[in-house]
Structures are given as C-alpha cells and as structure tokens.
C-alpha cells in the first residue's frame, strides 16, 4: 500500500517537473493533433543485461560475443538517453538520431555474430518490427489518449 502511494506522488511529482506536460492552473494544455504525431518518441528501452540474456539464450552466444554485445547496448541506451535530453534538437532530429542509433546498434551487434546467429538476429529483429508496427496501427486507430487536465489546485487529475 505505501509503496503504490510512494509510486503514484514521485509519479505525479516527475509529470509536474516536466516543462510543457504540467498546465498552469484552470487552463488545459494546449495540444493538438498534428503536434502530438511530431513529438519525440520517448524510447522504453530494455534492461540491457535482461536484453544480453535473452540474446545469449537465443542466438548461443559465446562469452567474447556477450560481453560485446553488453557494451554495445549500454552505449545505445547511453547515446539515447543524451538525444532525448537534448534541448537543441527538434523532435523530428531526435527521431532520426534515436532510429540511427538503434540501427547502428544492431548493424554492430550482428557484426560479432557468426552468419547463423546473424540470420536468426534478422529474424528476430523482422519480428520485433512487425510487433511494433501493430502496436502503432492500433495506437493510430484508436486516435490520440487524452490528456490528464490538472485540478484546481494544479495538481493533475489520476
């Protein structure tokens, strides 16, 4: 019970810090259609030793090839965390740098891969693609979420 208290203020707290996400109160943020489909898109990046793991697992990755693959998706989740902070680039360039990154990523993962693990990494990225092709199509169809509107005490509205 305290923990989901604990959970839901440092929620509220981090959505109120955030420039833009919190409104001043008795006014709704002013967001529209066109502005939500350019925003950046915040990439949920794995747990990188979660994301090695099941790589090992599946590809039968040697130890050279694991440990390699680590510094590779660490540096990833580095260079992406330093796009989405960054306060000079636009949304669109943060795209495009976050897609970069994730496909050079990949290109070096699949460097230290042997041609079968290689084709079966192909796979397995295929098939991430296609899910999250899906999940976007039904994100799409079911129209932009609303946003929570803060009470008039400023606070958002759960």
Known sequence: MHKGIFVLILGV???????????QPNQSPNVSGPQLASEVR????????????????????????????????EDRDHQISLVQSSEVLSDDAKNGRIAAISAGSNELIAAVLD??????????????RGRKRANHERQADKGPSPLPTPDSAGFLAI
Request: charged share 25%.
């Open 42 to 73: 915040y990439v949920h990046l794995p747990d990188s030793k979660r994301q090695v793991a099941q790589l090992v697992k599946k590809l039968r990755m040697d130890a050279d090839q694991a440990n390699s693959t680590r510094a590779i998706l």
């Open 115 to 128: 041609s079968s693990q290689r084709q079966k990494f192909g796979t397995l990225l295929a098939r991430q």
């Open 13 to 23: 707290a981090t959505l109120a810090a955030k420039p833009g996400l919190a409104a």
